[in-house]
């Protein structure tokens, strides 16, 4: 009979926990009844452990233990597991003396040996820091959600919000700036293909306009301009030889008169 009651209230508890996930049925709402119902039956030591595990933390099963069901080693150290999960939702780094009050430990060696089984089973992850004494947590698990938590959750999804539309607003406002200036640099771009493209214009239209003054092909009108004139360097030799008739003359007369 004792078999037979344990395995009903087993049924009861996963029908409660069903309606957790369920609350708009009408037969959830029966088995809700019948879950809450179990905190006044004779299961009611039973049924408050099970809250303890599901929400609580080792300090408010040893502030109730003399009401509760006893724990085996294993079931202690699980609990204590659940309890750093619990510190680690509030702050990442968690000092030895706040686990050790805590978790009800004696010694450090302790409190390290259990941070590593958890770490082990995957119930958090992070590393000791032993110089400062204290636990750095980069993850851990989460843990079932009570009712009186939900307007907080709410809210910090509403907050979430909030500064996703914040940040959102401040991302469309800079990509409209970076299409203006890129507008203004199109703009500045053309403005100077085009000052290019007049300035050509401009200088073909002053070469053959110089072009058409002389009578000559534009390109021919520039190579005369700049050679120099074909019987310009025939005179300058011209000089010279005249220079050195000179002064052979002046030779041989010198020499007769001596």
């Known amino acids: 009979m004792e078999?037979?009651?344990?395995?009903?209230?087993?049924?009861?508890?996963?029908?409660?926990?069903?309606?957790?996930?369920?609350?708009?049925c009408g037969?959830?709402?029966?088995?809700?009844?019948?879950?809450?119902?179990?905190a006044?039956?004779?299961?009611?030591?039973?049924?408050?452990?099970?809250t303890v595990f599901a929400y609580g933390t080792y300090a408010d099963y040893l502030a109730e233990a003399r009401n509760l069901p006893p724990l085996t080693e294993a079931?202690?150290?699980?609990?204590?597991?659940?309890?750093v999960v619990t510190l680690a939702a509030k702050v990442k780094c968690i000092p030895y003396a706040v686990l050790l009050e805590a978790l009800?430990?004696?010694?450090?060696?302790?409190?390290?040996?259990?941070?590593?089984?958890a770490v082990y089973a995957d119930v958090l992850r992070g590393s000791l820091d032993q110089r400062n004494q204290r636990l750095e947590v980069d993850y851990s698990i989460g843990r079932d959600i009570q009712r009186q938590d939900l307007r907080a959750i709410a809210r910090t999804l509403q907050e979430w919000c909030v500064g996703c539309e914040v940040v959102l607003s401040g991302i469309e406002e800079q990509?409209?700036?970076?299409n203006q200036h890129k507008e203004q640099q199109l703009g500045l771009k053309q403005h100077i293909e085009s000052e290019v493209a007049n300035l050509k214009k401009t200088i073909k239209v002053t070469t053959a306009a110089a072009a058409a003054a002389t009578s000559q092909d534009p390109e021919q009108h520039l190579t005369e301009l700049r050679e120099p004139?074909?019987?310009?360097?025939?005179?300058?030799p011209s000089k010279k030889?005249?220079?050195?008739?000179?002064?052979?003359g002046s030779a041989k007369i010198w020499s007769k008169s001596n």
């Open 3 to 24: 078999q037979e009651s344990i395995a009903d209230w087993g049924d009861s508890v996963n029908k409660g926990l069903e309606v957790e996930v369920r609350p708009s």
């Open 27 to 38: 037969e959830s709402d029966q088995r809700g009844r019948e879950f809450l119902s179990l």
């Open 40 to 50: 006044e039956s004779d299961f009611a030591s039973t049924f408050r452990l099970l």
């Open 75 to 83: 079931q202690k150290n699980k609990l204590r597991h659940l309890s």
């Open 104 to 117: 009800a430990l004696r010694n450090v060696r302790q409190l390290e040996d259990l941070v590593i089984e």
């Open 175 to 178: 990509v409209g700036r970076a």
């Open 229 to 236: 004139a074909p019987g310009s360097n025939q005179r300058q």
């Open 241 to 248: 030889a005249s220079k050195g008739k000179g002064l052979r």
